[in-house]
């Protein structure tokens, strides 16, 4: 049995037979609940920036993306949707990048 994406509440219905006598029938209601998946902690700048030689480090703050799992002193690659972090914040949570340092 499949169940639709769309519909969150069933019933089932089992008949049991005898000879192809009924004897008895039993139901089952169930209601599915879904649990949405959690956002993640850090906030996100949709912001991209041209120039990949901003230098981030002098006042102390980092640079991290959306998904990503490292933080970075300037803008290289194709960095979208980036966030500006402390730097202490950041080493607390994530990794240096290694093009970065």
Known sequence: ????????DFEIKAESQVL???IGIDSLSIVRILTP?????VETNTSTYASDN??????????????????????????????YVSLSYAKQ?????????
């Open 37 to 41: 998946e959690p956002e993640p902690t």
């Open 20 to 22: 192809g006598k009924k």
């Open 93 to 101: 949570h994530y990794e240096p990048c290694k093009i970065c340092y």
């Open 54 to 83: 901003s230098d981030t480090s002098a006042g102390g703050e980092v640079i991290i993306t959306k998904y990503g799992e490292k933080y970075h002193n300037h803008v290289h690659g194709n960095m979208k949707h980036i966030e």
């Open 1 to 8: 049995m499949s169940i639709p994406n769309d519909k969150n």
